[in-house]
């Protein structure tokens, strides 16, 4: 596996368009027509230092619903969108820490609402920093825009509980994206965790394991070339393009990165998210588990 | 019971008082204070059972006694990005070094969520945990070790 990322457009991506490096974002960085907004899994992590101008998003504060298991309905999208100065014509780019785990979550998100003008940046926060391009503390405000949303498309790239099950009982493929000790089921909840505890370990029956992070290059949190993106998941876990797929993994967020390469780097069509994930399957009374 | 800590009490009812801005700022002002652990404590490369297993950051602690009998606790934290962990690092130093043993195991978990917000993720409120975790191994093992020798 190569250790140094070779440019975005030569790796032999499907849909290249999606990523833009660290120096198209520097080159951009004043263009009033892109919105750069970083999302973190450390919720410090931004206030600490942003590329400047950049936004956040956060995914629990802004992406979820404050109250039910759910993403938020079109209304606090747009609430969202105009608060950051967003318009729909207008490029969105993500990036954020952790490979940009959290950054293809909120990409993920804002797909549902049909926001297709988005880009991830390759390297996020890590390729950034280790360029030593600039971070402020300076949070930018923008003029309020008044976005309109699309109704919350939850079909396209989004799988739920009874569907998954039908999907597994098909015996369509479904990647788990989790570590191998989560999928083996020797670790189930987290001790003394208030949150996101699971009653039981293992994975949906017929799942292959492919942690989500093999996608990514560790030395400067790259995505890998297709050739090597392929190796894995088409070579390894006998996946094919014209698969229907479902990602899962804990609570839907590692598997939205997964989600991301296989439908953009890869360019299959059928793939969507079970966001849901352990978190309700495997708390979930009666549902089949499998476990070695 | 035996209660915990007097400076973590305080910082605790000051958070409390904080709107999310205001926390995020004296979180910070914590994070930017870190110093890692001295080289007359520990060097590179740390050892293995120092390392906190489930934090992300790659942190380390460690602690040497004082002369009252209580432990002055070191951190590094690997990860250039670990802001959250630097952060607990001191906040544990400032509040957990130089106070009695047994208060400081009287610590709970739940002290992290009071602090950063019930909405961080489960990575990061689980390595905070190992960070705290660590600290009360260190603390309880010098209380063991101490009784046996009494």
């Known amino acids: 596996m190569t250790n140094v990322a070779s440019p975005i457009a030569e790796r032999g ?63 606090r999208f747009e609430e969202l969108m105009s608060r950051i100065g967003v318009t729909p014509d207008m490029t969105v780019v993500f990036y954020g820490d952790k490979n940009n785990w959290w950054a293809t979550y909120a990409f993920w ?20 920093e280790k ?45 788990d994206v989790r570590s191998p000790e989560e999928f083996r089921g020797e670790r189930t909840h987290m001790p003394e965790y208030p949150q996101e505890g699971v009653l039981r370990g ?33 070579e ?37 998210n079970y966001d849901g994930s352990w ?14 | 019971m035996t209660a915990i800590p ?11 008082g904080l709107d999310r801005f205001e926390r995020q700022q004296l979180l910070l002002e914590f994070a930017d204070e870190f110093r890692e ?5 520990a060097e590179r490369p740390f050892p293995e059972e120092n390392y906190v297993t489930r934090c992300e950051s790659q942190a380390y602690v460690f602690a040497r006694p004082n002369p009252d009998g209580t432990l002055k606790f070191y951190f590094a934290v690997e990860n250039p990005q670990g802001v959250s962990a630097k952060s607990w690092a001191v906040i544990m130093d400032r509040t957990l070094s130089g106070q009695p043993l047994e208060s400081v195991l009287a610590v709970p978990p739940d002290v992290i969520f009071r602090i950063y917000g019930n909405e961080i993720s489960m990575g990061k409120g689980q390595g905070l945990m190992g960070m705290l975790d660590h600290v009360k191994m260190l603390a309880a093992r010098t209380l063991r070790e101490r009784r046996s020798e009494g």
């Open chain 1, 13 to 75: 991506y499907a849909h290249p368009e999606v990523l833009v490096d660290t120096q198209w974002v520097a080159d951009h960085l004043n263009d009033p027509n892109v919105r750069i907004i970083e999302s973190d899994e450390d919720p410090l992590l931004y206030a600490s230092g942003h590329i400047p101008g950049a936004v956040e998003v956060d995914w629990v504060r802004d992406l979820n619903d404050p109250v039910r298991r759910d993403y938020i309905d079109k209304a």
């Open chain 1, 109 to 128: 998100v804002f797909q549902l609402f049909g926001h297709t003008n988005a880009k991830i940046m390759d390297g996020g926060r890590l390729k950034w």
């Open chain 1, 131 to 175: 360029e030593g391009r600039p971070l402020v503390r300076e949070v930018p405000n923008y003029p309020r825009t008044r976005y309109v949303a699309k109704e919350r498309d939850d079909s396209r790239i989004r799988a739920f509980r009874d569907q998954v099950l039908k999907h597994m009982e098909a015996r369509k493929p479904l990647v």
């Open chain 1, 202 to 234: 293992g994975h949906i029956p017929g799942a292959k394991n492919m942690p989500w992070a093999r996608a990514v290059n560790p030395e400067d949190g790259t995505f890998r070339p297709a050739a090597e993106l392929q190796q894995l998941y088409i």
């Open chain 1, 236 to 272: 390894q876990l006998g996946l094919k393009p014209e698969d229907e797929i479902i990602t899962y993994c804990r609570i839907g967020e590692r598997s939205s990165h997964t989600w991301f390469v296989l439908t953009y780097l890869l360019g299959f069509p059928n793939v969507r």
């Open chain 1, 279 to 292: 978190t309700e399957w495997g708390n979930s009374v009666g549902l089949p588990i499998e476990k070695p």
């Open chain 2, 6 to 16: 007097e400076p973590l009490a305080r910082l605790l009812h000051e958070v409390e």
């Open chain 2, 37 to 41: 652990v001295p080289p007359e404590v």
